[in-house]
């Protein structure tokens, strides 16, 4: 009985040092990284991410309400333990005990997923370094390449701005299979970018959109199911984008601004004009705003470049005024609370896996499409 005990354990213990051990060899070894990406990581989302997609639902969302479910059981079974130690029966401190052990388990197989399916990609050389498919990698551009490539985004992006069909309140109207025509873009890439190969599960809606509104967020790669999800409250133009975003992390781009990157081209190359859209509004904020700090106080140089027409500016936004009142009718918690807490740990997380700017790397994707329009815009 003591031995079964303590193997129980020993093998959570040895799949938590085998994590710590893994993320050690990827940070010293870029070829383990290198590797790991191109040849195992592959394997995960062509075995359990084709199982996980034969469901309609998020497996992975629900897998996280599951968890926390679970870790709030044990806290108030502790606190309960705890309180009544001396009066309570022999076997609620038993099954106290086996619960907590259980846990102890899907803490260590947690961690063992996390690292294979997240953490290991953080440690991969960066798309600059691994394709050859922009220019010289490391250049560094300047205020005339940063305004060609913005006026050449807004630009698209006017002009597609009065070709859609809207309903009596300006909002877009579109009845195509978004998922569909998202996957077939993100296989058209991957001459480009070999590791885009491959299958790919459909993007699944997050069934709780709302609570993943106050924290902003527009989509989610779950690790543990290998899905990719979106949110369905959002303002249609988002939806694409996302969607492409999500899908290249199934395929190992785990940074966010290459993430971007590949949603942005995915979607530009599209013949739906909604995907070409949504590309242009993916980044014309981050240009727009890195053009403007470039010229500084010069108002005149700023003002002669191609201006966001209003139509363009009114489709920039994260939901609308009625999908926003939903989510606050429906709140639990205030938004802004939730907001500043999801931010914290997403900045958190990303420092944690090497990315020292946190947030502020999902704008780096401007530094891409400078790289990646060098020899065709300038």
Not at 198 to 218: D, E, H, N, T, V
Not at 341 to 356: K, Y
Request: aromatic residues 14%.
């Amino acid at each position: 009985m003591k031995k079964v005990k303590k193997w129980k354990m020993i093998i959570p213990a040895a799949m938590i040092l085998f994590s710590v051990l893994l993320n050690i060899l990827a940070r010293a070894s870029r070829e383990f990284s290198m590797f790991y990406v191109n040849h195992i990581f592959p394997l995960w989302v062509e075995t359990y991410g084709r199982v996980t997609g034969l469901f309609p639902f998020s497996v992975g969302e629900w897998m996280l309400y599951l968890a926390v479910c679970l870790v709030g059981i044990l806290i108030l079974a502790g606190f309960i333990t705890l309180a009544g130690r001396r009066r309570l029966p022999t076997r609620w401190k038993k099954g106290y005990g086996s619960y907590a052990m259980f846990l102890y388990w899907v803490f260590g197989i947690v961690c063992v997923i996390m690292t294979l399916n997240c953490f290991l990609l953080y440690q991969v050389p960066t798309i600059p370094e691994r394709f050859r498919i922009g220019g010289a990698s490391g250049r560094e551009y300047g205020v005339e390449e940063l305004g060609i490539l913005r006026d050449y985004v807004v630009e698209q992006a006017n002009e597609l701005a009065v070709c859609f069909e809207r309903d009596e309140k300006g909002y877009i109207l579109y009845d195509m299979d978004m998922e569909a025509e998202a996957i077939a873009r993100m296989k058209e890439l991957e001459g480009l970018i070999p590791n885009l190969k491959g299958y790919y599960p459909r993007p699944k809606k997050l069934a709780y959109s709302s609570f993943y509104s106050q924290q902003y967020i527009m989509g989610y790669y779950f690790p543990f199911s290998m899905e990719a999800n979106y949110n369905r409250q959002m303002y249609l133009t988002n939806m694409p984008v996302t969607m492409c975003h999500e899908l290249s992390h199934l395929k190992g781009f785990i940074l966010e601004d290459e993430a971007n990157f590949i949603g942005y081209l995915a979607s530009a190359g599209s013949e739906d004009m909604l995907f070409r859209y949504s590309a242009m509004l993916s980044v014309i904020g981050y240009l727009d705003r890195d053009f403007a700090r470039a010229v500084g106080k010069d108002s005149e140089e700023y003002q002669s470049h191609v201006p966001i027409s209003e139509l363009t500016s009114s489709d920039r936004l994260f939901l609308t005024k009625e999908a926003w009142e939903q989510v606050e009718e429906k709140a639990i918690l205030d938004t802004e609370t939730v907001s500043q807490a999801a931010d914290t740990f997403l900045n958190t997380t990303l420092t944690l896996n090497g990315v020292s700017d946190g947030t502020v790397s999902y704008s780096r994707v401007v530094k891409l499409l400078l790289w990646y329009y060098d020899g065709i815009l300038y």
